[in-house]
């Protein structure tokens, strides 16, 4: 009799929140993003080997390509900046998809599964982690341009306000990449299936130059790239020019990748027995 | 009688062609520890997955502490550790930061959790290796520092699924003896196996799981009386007569090894059925250097059962 009374009161409180509610949902969050950074302390060659690319392609782009590339009413360096810090948050989310299948076929998921954890903090501790390595590559990135020469034209706080938007781009592009990790399964899968789809997409947009001399086909396609229009908006803070339509139409790419991505990536998070 | 404290009924479970479970029903006494022993792709691991609320039962249900693991998983992970088939511990971390990051997914105040790691560490050996990121360790070490972190919880049941594959038999021993400890200090333990040897030393209760069914249920005693009384061993003077010997005793369904150079089969009445082999085998000329009667072994328990003896 008692037992079924003690029964009862568990299946009442089923879905009422865990004791330490929202607290215990930030302290999961917070150890799995402490869990996520370590993996970046423990193994530097991971953003060594991604701040070397972004740096190579700023000295190559600027001194090789730079001079013959015509750029409006600035350098080519001011230009390149916002671009490549852009790209550098890009293929820096990559490595969300790549942890988060290195941990499914480690076996590690399961034991989180099996811990009174809230789910989603596995998700947002990795995301989370990620975001903090791409604010650490752009300041690292930025200091390298001052170092050669670029001078932002906005006041202070327009660069602080697009280093912002450029990190929260990142944070939308993990999720992305968070979904095809979870989708995979594997890291190598993971790694070939998170750059494939980036690289057109980088190239194809005004990161590097302006899109003015592509052909007209692509010049469609690049200017609705969600990457096109956050370069630009980000490009007319730190240059201080107009924005124009650029800076809605990246917000509404920023927040419909971001909450779109986040929700198929907690869907298959709870799919992969 | 006190309630089981792990209770499944008829829990089936499915993956697109596969019938991984097929009704399999079970009771686990608290405080003890319970036997899963079966081959690959018995199923063990389906229904650890269950009961550790990793995965849902096509039907059926299970209960854990009288909870209901499909209705109440949240609950049920408060109450369980789990150490699965593969050293689930984060390889970039030392030993003491896998133990103190798993504590604080259970929520322990943060000294707590430092203490607890502290003694495991201690318990499992792992106190000189602690500061050690986990990459450095061996597959013992990382074995010993997965069920260590199944343990931080204090879970008042305890999966271990295939605890000791791939262990040395030192770390093997090791590991027993902790399991051994758990279980004095109240800790109910199921814990699934190929290992006859690890099951008979360790479960108080066993059952035997081949594709998806139990096909036995008993203690180590009574599953060993359930295939008779013992097993009549006869090596034949000349090994080239293995085949000849075996056709002679068909009858008795007997089994041939031929690395042992024997020919061996169960006896329900060794004394009946002694003197009437030595009669045909000494009919068929058959020269033999040795008998023995023995009692059967788990594995040859376990091999009758599941239908390959």
């Given at each position: 009799m008692t037992e079924e009374i003690i029964l009862e009161k568990s299946t009442s409180t089923?879905?009422?929140?865990?004791?330490?509610?929202l607290r215990w949902l930030l302290s999961d969050i917070y150890t799995m993003t402490w869990r996520g950074i370590m993996r970046y302390i423990r193994l530097p060659q991971l953003l060594i080997f991604s701040t070397i690319q972004p740096v190579l392609f700023l000295l190559l782009f600027t001194y090789v390509f730079g001079g013959a590339i015509q750029t409006p009413g600035t350098n080519y360096l001011n230009y390149l900046v916002p671009g490549i810090l852009t790209q550098v948050v890009i293929f820096g989310s990559i490595q969300t998809g790549v942890g988060l299948a290195e941990d499914m076929s480690a076996g590690i998921i399961s034991r989180f599964r099996s811990l009174p954890m809230a789910r989603s903090a596995v998700l947002a501790g990795r995301t989370l982690a990620d975001l903090c390595r791409n604010i650490f590559v752009m300041v690292l990135m930025i200091t390298v341009a001052f170092i050669i020469g670029f001078r932002p034209e906005g006041s202070i706080l327009h660069v602080i306000l697009a280093l912002g938007i450029i990190a929260l781009f990142g944070f939308s592009f993990s999720w992305i990449s968070a979904t095809i990790g979870l989708s995979v399964k594997n890291t190598e899968t993971a790694q070939v299936a998170g750059f494939i789809w980036v690289f057109p997409l980088v190239f194809a947009s005004s990161i590097f130059v302006p899109i003015g001399t592509m052909p007209h086909w692509l010049q469609t396609f690049a200017n609705i790239s969600p990457i096109t229009v956050t370069v630009n908006w980000v490009r007319a803070l730190i240059l201080n020019t107009p924005a124009g339509d650029n800076w809605w139409q990246s917000l509404v790419w920023i927040f419909g990748l971001l909450i779109d991505f986040s929700l198929l990536a907690v869907l298959q998070y709870g799919k992969t027995e | 009688m006190a309630e089981p404290i792990i209770s499944v009924q008829d829990v089936h479970r499915s993956y697109k062609n596969v019938h991984a479970l097929q009704g399999v029903s079970f009771d686990v006494p608290e405080g003890t520890v319970f036997g899963l022993l079966g081959p690959n792709g018995a199923g063990k691991t389906t229904l650890v997955n269950i009961l550790t609320t990793l995965l849902k039962p096509n039907k059926g249900t299970a209960f854990v502490a009288g909870i209901d693991v499909v209705k109440n998983p949240s609950t049920v992970r408060n109450l369980i550790g789990l150490a699965g088939?593969?050293?689930?511990?984060?390889?970039?971390?030392?030993g003491k930061e896998n133990l103190e990051m798993v504590g604080a997914l259970y929520h322990l105040p943060s000294k707590e959790a430092k203490r607890r790691a502290q003694k495991l560490l201690e318990e499992f050996s792992l106190t000189d290796a602690a500061n050690r990121t986990v990459k450095t360790y061996s597959g013992g070490m990382r074995r010993r520092l997965d069920v260590a972190s199944s343990l931080i919880g204090e879970p008042k049941i305890l999966f271990l699924d295939e605890p000791t594959t791939g262990l040395d038999p030192q770390s093997r021993l090791e590991l027993w003896e902790v399991i051994e400890h758990l279980v004095k200090t109240g800790t109910t333990v199921l814990l699934t196996t190929q290992y006859l040897e690890e099951a008979d030393r360790l479960a108080d209760t066993i059952v035997i799981i081949d594709q998806g069914k139990v096909v036995a249920q008993g203690t180590a005693k009574e599953l060993k009386a359930q295939i008779g009384a013992g097993v009549m061993e006869i090596h034949p003077a000349d090994k080239t007569k293995l085949g000849m010997l075996a056709e002679t005793l068909k009858e008795y369904h007997p089994h041939i090894d031929m690395p042992s150079g024997l020919v061996s089969f169960s006896v329900h009445e060794g004394s009946k059925t002694l003197p009437e082999m030595i009669r045909k085998v000494d009919a068929a000329g058959i020269e033999v250097s040795d008998i023995e009667l023995r009692k059967p072994t788990l594995d040859e328990v376990f091999l009758e059962l599941t239908k390959k003896f």
């Open positions: 089923a879905h009422a929140p865990a004791p330490g509610g | 088939q593969y050293a689930a511990v984060d390889e970039n971390l030392t």
